[in-house]
T-cell receptor, first 113, second 116 residues
Framework: RKEVEQDPGPFNVPEGATVAFNCTYS??????FFWYRQDCRKEPKLLMS???SGNEDGRFTAQLNRASQYISLLIRDSKLSDSATYLC??????????????FGTGTRLKVLA | GAGVSQSPSNKVTEKGKDVELRCDPI?????LYWYRQSLGQGLEFLIY????????KSGLPSDRFSAERTGGSVSTLTIQRTQQEDSAVYLC??????????????FGSGTRLTVV
């Protein structure tokens, strides 16, 4: 089992739709969680951090479920420009106060006109 | 610098040749990471630097791969005797002190390596 797992998609949704992605992680000691966005042939860019209480940034909402060890990303009112691959990132403690970021392989979203 | 800078942006090399990829992290970022991303694949961790030391080299695929970092800043990833399977985008990222919740990584735009 991979340490961070995502449905690769693609998720094809019409403009204006609401879409949600989940990401599961296996290390219960993980403490930090992020969603990154990667456009085709570009570098990944931080979309948002995921906090225990859940957080919202405009049309994007991220949530963390520690008991079930998954994080989610909800996109409301999808825009064509939201088409990208969304990477789930989990921070794995390695001892001595050091950490390592583990990336999922990403979920591809296509928003259709 | 303002962002993470990688050079060259593209590199085409003949099988068997050595290549050097450079990463200049954001000023003040003590942590530096190298990843590899093959076409249509996820990010594959290669090596991590904290300052000039590399506490985690576990992702380097073979002894043909090596990396160093000097002055706590610029890092160089060297691939010796390149093979076609080394073709990928090599991404460098940096971050401030590890473990800060509000910081993820900042990535450079990558070096696209093609071995022919």
């Amino acid at each position: 089992r991979k340490e961070v797992e995502q449905d690769p998609g693609p998720f094809n949704v019409p403009e204006g739709a609401t879409v949600a992605f989940n990401c599961t992680y296996s290390n219960s000691a993980s403490q930090s969680f992020f969603w990154y966005r990667q456009d085709c042939r570009k570098e990944p860019k931080l979309l948002m951090s995921v906090y225990s209480s859940g957080n919202e940034d405009g049309r994007f909402t991220a949530q963390l479920n520690r008991a079930s060890q998954y994080i989610s990303l909800l996109i409301r009112d999808s825009k064509l420009s939201d088409s990208a691959t969304y990477l789930c990132v989990v921070n794995r403690p390695q001892g001595s106060g050091t950490y390592k970021y583990i990336f999922g392989t990403g979920t591809r979203l296509k928003v259709l006109a | 610098g303002a962002g993470v800078s990688q050079s060259p942006s593209n590199k085409v090399t003949e099988k068997g040749k050595d290549v050097e990829l450079r990463c200049d992290p954001i000023s003040g970022h003590t942590a530096l990471y190298w990843y590899r991303q093959s076409l249509g694949q996820g990010l594959e961790f290669l090596i991590y630097f904290q300052g000039n030391s590399a506490p985690d080299k576990s992702g380097l695929p073979s002894d043909r791969f090596s990396a160093e970092r000097t002055g706590g800043s610029v890092s160089t990833l060297t691939i010796q005797r390149t093979q076609q399977e080394d073709s990928a985008v090599y991404l460098c990222a940096s971050s401030r002190i590890q473990g800060t919740l509000e910081n993820g990584y900042t990535f450079g735009s990558g070096t696209r390596l093609t071995v022919v």
